[in-house]
């Protein structure tokens, strides 16, 4: 089965540059979510789109942008990099009301590995 | 924070049956069970959930006790590729696309 692809799977920045990461859902996945998990630590909640839409926001910074286009791909925009942006940015997807008793579950894909010099 | 508590580490032997508790005391009616696990720096691999039925797919099986307090999940034969952090979260699951929350996990260990 088709799954969430992320790219790039690994990137080097230094200080100060920008970054851009993208998500693909599964095929006919309307809802996409961000999640940072930096080293040592649980994965962390930073924004999500249903319908390209914003519909939650967690602790994102400022320096971050996000959004969701027409075929539900999705791009996390991240600038002014930091050295505690070092850290791994999983891109979940999932589909509104699919499955059964509408519970909806969330499909992480692997992943991009970011390190900030 | 997270709706739940795990404990941090658990050991299990190659081809036993591990049991993975998690209490979530202060559980909603209309909050779900998910479990998901990740294995070292790789994406959050989703098992399986209830509400508060038990539940059984080809991974692991989901024990939810009638009061919905706690659950358990079952993997009935430990392999060594199991090793990973384990993951209890409730949520709101009906239309809904509510974030997950992960607390610090379980990290189970399958030895040989």
């Known amino acids: 089965a088709a799954g969430v692809i992320q790219s790039p799977r690994h990137l080097i920045k230094e200080k100060r540059e920008t970054a851009t990461l993208k998500c693909y859902p599964i095929p006919r996945h309307d809802t996409v979510y961000w999640y940072q998990q930096g080293p040592g630590q649980d994965p962390q909640f930073l924004i999500s789109f249903y319908e390209k839409m914003q519909s939650d926001k967690g602790s994102i910074p400022d320096r971050f942008s996000a959004q969701q286009f027409s075929d539900y791909h999705s791009e996390l925009n991240m600038s002014s990099l930091e050295l505690g942006d070092s850290a791994l940015y999983f891109c979940?997807?999932?589909?509104?009301?699919?499955?059964?008793?509408?519970?909806?579950?969330?499909?992480f894909g692997p992943g991009t590995r970011l390190l900030v010099l | 924070d997270a709706k739940t508590t795990q404990p941090p580490s658990m050991d299990c032997a190659e081809g036993r049956a591990a049991n993975l508790p998690c209490n979530h005391s202060?559980?909603?009616?209309?909050?779900?069970v998910y479990w998901y696990r990740q294995i070292h720096s790789q994406g959050p691999q989703y098992i399986i959930h209830?509400?508060?039925n038990n539940e059984t797919n080809e991974m692991a099986s989901l024990i939810i006790t009638e009061d919905r307090k706690s659950s358990t999940l079952i993997l009935p034969h430990a392999t060594l590729r199991d090793t990973a952090v384990y993951y209890c979260?409730?949520?709101?699951?009906?239309?809904?696309?509510?974030?997950?929350?992960f607390g610090t996990g379980t990290r189970l260990q399958v030895f040989p």
């Open positions: 202060t559980i909603s009616g209309n909050e779900y």
């Open positions: 209830g509400l508060k």
């Open positions: 979260i409730v949520r709101v699951a009906l239309y809904n696309t509510d974030k997950l929350i």
């Open positions: 979940a997807s999932s589909l509104l009301g699919q499955e059964r008793g509408g519970s909806e579950t969330q499909y």
